[in-house]
Every structure is written in structure tokens, then in C-alpha cells.
């Protein structure tokens, strides 16, 4: 047997033991009866004993220990109440929305193999239809797109998870974007955060000693281990990464100063909702922040196109000004004439070889798998299950389900007591529980990772979850947290609950009812909230946003709404027929432009999919459903983005252009305290 083999038989074997005996054990009881240390010289049963209790202990296995008050030994035990899932009060509809969470996450989603084993331990012991049911009515209507997830990604955060939750230091490569440069970093890796669309890996840089942000798609290398230790660093007992959360584009860095800008009457509760947390307020009509960068919070003015006017800093006063004026000479006359584009040069296929996804710990696996088959063994001491049943449901491929069996056959409480014998017959497995086989009959708690995959797929869906339950999120989520273990969660974000959770429960019973629904929406480029009233048709998640795809009552049109932008929604008794072959997430009437980028800002579009050209400038195509919101976005370049086509869209930013600049020369006159 292979070195990983032997170690799973012994520490399955060793919570088997623990959990048979009602008494404390001493190192010697253990050595002496448990499958794997019995042969071991004393030496190396400290060694292996202490690396074992060190890695369940980590897999969220409570092993305690206390001294004999008499002998001195250390005493050892492992309450079962402990080691298995406590009652968990999920209902039908909640466990229904938290098997939609894995279906619209599956195949876009990094964690979604430890997602799946944690629902198939909650699912344990329910009737077949709680357990087996499908997506619920609203979930086949939605959609979850997330740009920046590719194969080659999944396989950069099955390293970096492993490399978490073992503590070990890794090297790569790493494209610093904003000084364009490349070189190996070593860190001690603490976790992986989702922020706005995009994976962060949050760790201490060996270099400068600082806890620091690594884009995840920026590293250009194979992640590899620096050490051959078992274990190279300890996480911090004060991390948390709610610190790293929430920052805006102008916060990423040390916080140099604090600005104060003035709203539209119709946006402070937008910038209110968008910009929560301790960096952020909204004073009435003026929105303070604290900013690391000036250059980009202008950028954000600007792209709000009049709704915001600076107050101070003076210096912020000025950059806006000058990137409204930059913006309008970009757009006079004729417009530049692009270089070439840059030949990339022929990949030889080196790099970072594919991986798959975050995949659960074996152990885990193996745990959850031994509750399945006793628990279909039922009152009875035997089972028959269909082999392509467990294979789907725990992701073993076929060729693997025999060995994951051999290995259950093998655990035993001591004295030659097993747990179950399992044989692969064809495309059946046969069950014979037995005589200590109830005692792992109840599904064990949550590793650390599977809770954390629960955390993460709540932040991608949890809104969706939620309206699926008909019950609030922070109520699904506390009744999770309850079976995580006695682990804390520093390393992973608390899924934030906010007004989109009431607006994805409305639109999904609008859905389901075909009901109309009047809107509160705040238009990219209006000063004003306007009421529209729609046909909602599904809802996409296309991160970091919520959109829902209608037909637009007033306009007789299909329109999309970003949910962030939406002040209300209200549905409304009167219902619709559905328009017959429609596809309401087919984008109509869109605008096509084609834009030049500086080589200022040219490499952060290249990110994006614009094409680089000789001269370290880009350009790139956008597509979109709103002129209006276009005119912004190319503003906010401050003259380092240029339309080149088509005509009517160019002299449509210069046009605003001009109107602004001479709005924020007028503004900029009013004493910088004053609204």
C-alpha cells in the first residue's frame, strides 16, 4: 500500500477506536490495538501519532487530550456527539435550495466537489425525494456566469486551497500589473477570497513581510511547494479576512487620505448600498471615502457622468476637471490612427500543467461514503447499491470506487471489530454491515473545507438560495454554521446579506407567477430614479453583479436591469402571458464600439480581451445595451480611452465631454466644505 493509503487506514481506524472505547486511552492503548501503529518501534509511533492527531484535529476531527492526574500519561478521547453532525432543523424547501446552489454552480465553480460532499452528508437520512430533488422552479431560469473562471484558474485554486489548508509556502511567478513587471514571490498562503468577480489569494510575502493580495489569474508560473516539510508556517491567530473585503478600485493599498463628494439627491442610497463598511459613509447627499489612490476615485467621478461632483481634496477637484478636458481634446477631430498589433510570441506549451478543481480531502470522502452505505443498510445487515449511484454521488471514477471500498473494509475499532464490508459485484455494490457499523451510521460533520465551500457558493448564489427557501439567508447560514465544527472561519468570507436578497425573492416569485413588476431603477447616465414596469423572464448571475432579463411594459422592448441599481421593486397583482419565443437573455439593440487605450491603461484592458499593439497601446470591442453607460465608462479614462468608431458615438463623448468639464469648472468655484 502507498504511504497516503496506510496513514487514511490508520486515522480512520484511530477515531473508530476512540469512538468504541467510553473510556480515556492512554498512547499505549492506541499503539497497541489500533490497524497501522502495531508494528511501528516507539520512535516512530510518536511520530506518527502526533502528525496524525495533527492533521484530524485539522480536518475538524475533535481529538482531546488531558493528563492522568495519577500517572502523567496524556489521556486521549473522541466524543462521538461531537464527531458527528449535530440535528440540523433544514427543512424540504431549504436542503431543495441548497441542492439548486450546487446546480447552478456546477462546472463554474472552483469548490463545487466539497460542495457536493457537504450536501450529500446534510441530505443523509432524509426521504429519497428531500434528498434526491430537483433544482427548484426558479433555478432552471437562471444563469451564473463568472468571467474570470477558466480550467487553468480551477487548477491554480486546487493548489493554493491545498497549500491553505496544509500551511505550506509556495513560489510563483507573479505579473505585477501596475508596475508591469514580473518576478517569484514566496508566500505563506492564508486564504482565497472572491472579490467583484475575480479570485484573490491572501498571504504574507516572505519578501517585505507583508500581508498582501495576489490577483490569482495575474500568476504566471506552476504554484509550487518551497519546502519539503509537512508544514511550513501557522495562519496568524488574529487573521481575518473581512480586513480585505469590500475594498473600492481607489482603496487597494495603504489609505493615504479621506475624500468628500457630492451626490445627486437620487444616488447617495445607491453609493449608500454599493460602498458599505468602515472606509465608506454617505452624509446626506455627500459620500466620504478613504482612498489609496486619487487618480482612480477620479476615475469613478467621472464615470458617474454629473451624478457626483468633487468637494475635496482640492488635488481630486483638479483631476476630474483635467480628465473631463483630457476626454474632450481626445475627441476632437480625427481620431488616432492604431499600430499594428503585437505577434505574441508561439507558446511551446510550458507553464503550469492542468489541474482539476478543489477536490475534498480523501479522508472526508471516505468518511461520508462509510455513513452512505450503513445508512442504506438501514435496520437490515445487509444493502445492495446500484455502483454508478455512488460514484455520482460522491464524484469517485468508477475505476476508483473498488479501492474507496477496500479501504472502508479495512477499518476497524480494534480486536478485529469492523466497520462494514463492501464488494464491488459488477455495477452493484453489496453491503454487509457489521458489528460496530451503527456507530458510523450518522453523517460526520463538516471539514473545514466543505464548510468553507458552503460559505463560498452562499456568496455566489446566496441570494438565490435564499429565495428558493423562502427563508432569509442569515437564517440558512446560521443553521449551517451550526454543524462547521468547533473551527473557526477566519479564512473564509461570511456571505454578505443585502437588499438583493429581497429583490431576488420578489423577481423569482414574479417569475414563477408571472406577474408584472414595477420598477425603482437608477439608469447609468439619469440624474433620477424612473418607475418602469416589466415581464420578468430569469434571472443571471454574471459576477460580480445581479441582472434580470424582462420585457420592458413602457418601451415595448426587452431591457436588463442590474439589481444594484434598483431602489424597489414591487410585484403587482396583474399577470402576463409569456411571449412566445422569446429569449429574453439575447441581448437587442446593443452598441458596438471600438475603442484605443493608451499604453497607460492599456495592459489592464488587455486582461479584459483587448488586443495589444506594437506600441503598448490596445484596442478592444465593447458591446453594450446602453450608449449612455458607454459615454461614462470611455470618460473615465480621463483621455487615455478613445472611441474610433462608430462616428455618432465619438462625437457623442466629446459633446459630453465639453458639458461636463464646464459643469465641474462651475462646481469646483463653490467653497470646497459646502454640498
Known sequence: MSHDTDKLIRQLSLVAFLMAELRPLTARDIKGNVEGYQEMSDEAFARRFYSDRAELVGLGVPLDSQRDEHTGEELYTLRSERYFLPPLELDDDELAALQTCLYLLEGRFAYAEPLRLALQNLALGRSSEARDGAPTSTAVRVEVRDPDYTPELQGRLGKLEGAITKQRTVRFHYWSIARDEERERTINPYALLPENGTWYVIGEDLGDKQV???RV???????????????DFRIPAGFDIEEFRGR???????MIGEARIALAPDTAWWAAREYKGDRNRVDGDVFVTEYAHLPLLARWILRQDGRAVPLDPPELRRLVVAGAKAAKQA????????AAELRRPWN????????????????GVLQSLLAYLLAACGDEKEAVIPAADLAQRF????????????????????????AVYAELHGDEVHVDKELFGDTFRRPPRLTPLEARAIRLALEFVGPMIAAGAHSPLDRVR?????????FALAQTPTPHVGEEEDLVAKLSRAIDEHRLVELEYLKPDSMEVETRTVEPYTIERRLPNWFVHTWDVDRDAARSYRLDRMRKAKVLRKAFKPREGFDPAELRETTKARIWYAPEVARWEVEKGAVPLVDGAAVGERSVGSAEWLVGEVL??????????????????????????????AAAKTPAGSA
Do not use: M
Not at 511551446?348 to 479522508?363: I, L, S, Y
Open 212 to 214: 498582501k493580495s495576489f
Open 217 to 231: 489569474a495575474r500568476i504566471r508560473s506552476e504554484i509550487r511547494f518551497a519546502t519539503r516539510r509537512e508544514r
Open 248 to 254: 473600492a478600485e481607489w482603496q487597494f493599498g495603504e
Open 331 to 338: 475627441h476632437a477631430g480625427k481620431p488616432p490612427e492604431p
Open 348 to 363: 511551446d506549451g510550458g507553464g503550469e500543467r492542468p489541474t482539476g478543481p478543489v477536490a475534498p480531502e480523501r479522508f
Open 395 to 418: 464524484s469517485i471514477p468508477p475505476e476508483a470506487l473498488e479501492e474507496h471500498l477496500s479501504l472502508l473494509n479495512l477499518v476497524n475499532f480494534g480486536g478485529g471489530c469492523y
Open 478 to 486: 446560521a443553521k449551517l454554521e451550526e454543524t462547521f465544527g468547533a
Open 636 to 665: 473615465s479614462f480621463r483621455g487615455a480611452a478613445v472611441v474610433l468608431e462608430p462616428p455618432d458615438l465619438r462625437a457623442q463623448v466629446a459633446a459630453r465631454a465639453a458639458e461636463l468639464e464646464k459643469e465641474l469648472r
